[in-house]
């Protein structure tokens, strides 16, 4: 997943994918944001474990899906002394989802690596069910919601090289088929809430990344530039423009404390499926309640380890969008803050199973996942 983006592909990979690819990627050395540790040999009652194939069961709960479990099992591809040093194994991963709202996804992801690291490919398959709430246009009172059904299907390609030092470059495909339906018909300017709507696209994306670890970092740099162009000569029913930038830092104060901040950066331009919009990416709030052509965030969290096992966080944000569908709080800022709790699963790989309370301005929410928010 996330899977976190609440586009339909983003919902899936936000709240699924990542979930599942936590447990299925690369040795500690490996600092792709898409990669995680490989933990076969890792001591856990958390998976089941038969030769090269792993299947690990993980609790999720957020104000947009509700509570859940995803189901990820994976197989990874053996690998000689040599090739170890080198890359991280291959691997074939599935995800399923299912929650308390009677949202479900499957999804199907391959892994590759070549050249002792040099290239590398991401892919992923699936179809998910989705249900969700909308805060209404602002010509309906404020406050009101809207139940947002969405199902469909995806398709994602990304293939990308190792330019120099922490740099890799690379090119991505996506095509979307999603089927939406609202609880009353609605619309909102340049929005496309059609019930049937295809988005095919390609784009690029650059990357630096020097952190210690993906899933749970201690120091380093990572940053993410992503152009995507949805036309109709892709076969998308639309044409639009999608652009993101995202930018975190990671301190390690002293042995029991990290700092961590990030800013987040999203623009959509041209006729923009309601399911693809920009989205705030903070805690205390449903996601669908900031959907706009334009959004910005940061935040700052202090991780603190009390032991080999048992942690705590707190941490502040604020975000505001442009463009919305629900034209209320346009421009504003959107506060997000809170504290959590961490128990750390897989200590060898710093897998942390996180349980975040967090306020907004007029919500607050729980929120439980296996790794960290960013």
Known sequence: MVIASVRFTAL???????????????????????????????????????????????????????????????????????????QPASVTAAGGMYTSNTSQ????????????????????????????????????????????????????????????????????????????????STSAAGFDTGSDVRSSGLGVAVEFDSRDMPINSYSGRYLEAEALFNDEALGSDNTYQSYSLAFRSYHEMNESLVLAWEMQGCQRAGSTPLWDACTIKLRGFDVTDYLGKTTASGQLEARWHLSERWGLAGFAGVGQ????????????????????????????????????????????????SVGEAF
């Open 105 to 184: 996804a499957l999804a199907l992801v391959q892994q590759n690596y070549w050249r002792n690291n040099k290239w590398r490919f991401t892919g992923a398959i699936g179809t998910a069910d989705l249900r969700l709430s909308l805060l209404a246009p602002d010509e309906s009172p404020e406050g009101q919601s809207l139940d947002w059904h969405i199902e469909g299907q995806f398709l994602f390609a990304k293939l990308s090289r190792k330019v120099a030092g922490h740099w890799y470059g690379g090119f991505n495909l996506r095509t979307v088929n999603a089927n939406q339906d609202f609880e009353s």
């Open 321 to 368: 969008y442009g463009s919305s569908f629900s034209g209320f709080q346009e421009h504003e800022a959107i506060p997000s803050y809170g504290a959590g709790i961490r128990f750390m699963v897989l200590a060898a790989k710093r897998i942390n199973l996180r349980v975040d309370y967090a306020r907004s301005k007029d919500s607050d929410a729980i929120h439980v």
């Open 12 to 86: 899936v990979l936000l709240f699924t994918l990542p979930a599942s690819l936590a447990f299925a990627g690369a040795p500690e050395t490996d600092t792709r944001p898409t990669i995680a540790p490989d933990i076969r040999e890792d001591e856990s009652s958390l998976k089941l474990r038969r030769g090269d194939f792993v299947v690990v069961p993980i609790p999720i709960s957020n104000p947009t899906l509700d509570t859940g479990l995803v189901a990820g099992a994976a197989y990874f591809y053996p690998q000689t002394e040599e090739q170890k040093k080198a």
